[in-house]
């Protein structure tokens, strides 16, 4: 009896012990599923927060890069559309023949101001010249006389004169002379400034007309136009 008393008594401890181990494992496992499901939402909340911040980050950088080139264009809308030269045609003949520029190409500033200046001195000198008469200058001077056309504003104004003075033996007497003019001594001839040719060339001994003389005269003639207006 004592023996099977024995063996019941310890069929039920082990019972006991396993069903206390079995709910504390299950307890366990109940406790390791509700950590689980806390980081998992953690991380979820955690990961929808960077996931908005980096929505908004990249929301903003594309509104600036798309803002980019709207304002980029009206900027271009908004320039002034740039006006055409207007044409001169002795400004053309220099910039062509003087400084290799076709006619009605975009002349760059400083060699605009050049081929001004160039103009300007011609006019002075010779204020009839044409756009004809000066083209055949420059290839008279580079053809016949195999010469590189001058940019030098004397050079241009002692090549347009040796040229009138072959050419158009007529125009002697188109020369401007002031009788007073203590440069020429009112001949309205003076020889090419020293330098617009080199030693040795015929050119240097040819006469020009004297820039002094078509001053003086040009003044005469405003003055005597404005008091008669």
């Known amino acids: ?25 299950a307890e366990n496992a109940s406790r390791d599923q509700v950590d689980q499901s806390s980081r998992d939402q953690s991380d979820q909340t955690s990961g929808d927060q960077n996931d908005q911040t980096l929505y908004t980050e990249n929301t903003t950088e594309n509104t600036k890069t ?18 055409p030269r207007q044409r001169d045609p002795i400004f053309d003949a220099i910039a062509e ?56 504003p004397v050079k241009v104004v002692t ?20 009788p007073d003019c203590a440069v020429c001594g009112g001949t309205g001839l003076v020889l090419p400034a020293l330098g617009a040719y080199e030693d040795g060339d015929p050119r240097a001994n040819a006469p020009v007309q004297c820039a002094a003389c078509a001053k003086a005269v040009r003044a005469s003639e405003a003055q005597r136009e404005a008091g008669g207006s």
């Not at 024995?6 to 181990?21: C, I, K, M, P, W």
């Not at 798309?66 to 006006?83: D, E, H, I, M, V």
């Not at 009605?104 to 160039?118: F, I, N, S």
């Not at 347009?160 to 125009?171: D, I, L, S, T, W």
Request: glycine fraction near 6%; include cysteine; hydrophobic fraction near 35%.
């Open 159 to 178: 090549m347009v004169g040796v040229y009138r003075a072959q050419h158009r033996p007529a125009a002697a007497s188109a020369i401007v002379r002031d």
């Open 1 to 25: 009896m004592r023996e099977k008393e024995g063996e019941f008594l310890n069929g039920h401890a082990s019972r006991d012990q396993v069903d206390h181990d079995s709910a504390k494992v």
């Open 66 to 83: 798309a803002a980019a080139p709207k304002n980029g264009a009206t900027a271009r809308a908004q320039a002034k559309p740039k006006k």
């Open 97 to 152: 023949c003087s400084f290799s520029v076709p006619v009605g190409a975009e002349v760059a500033k400083d060699t605009a101001q050049r081929v001004g200046r160039v103009r300007r001195e011609v006019l002075t000198i010779y204020p009839d010249v044409t756009e004809h008469e000066l083209r055949g200058a420059y290839s008279w001077h580079v053809n016949a006389q195999k010469l590189t056309a001058p940019r030098d």
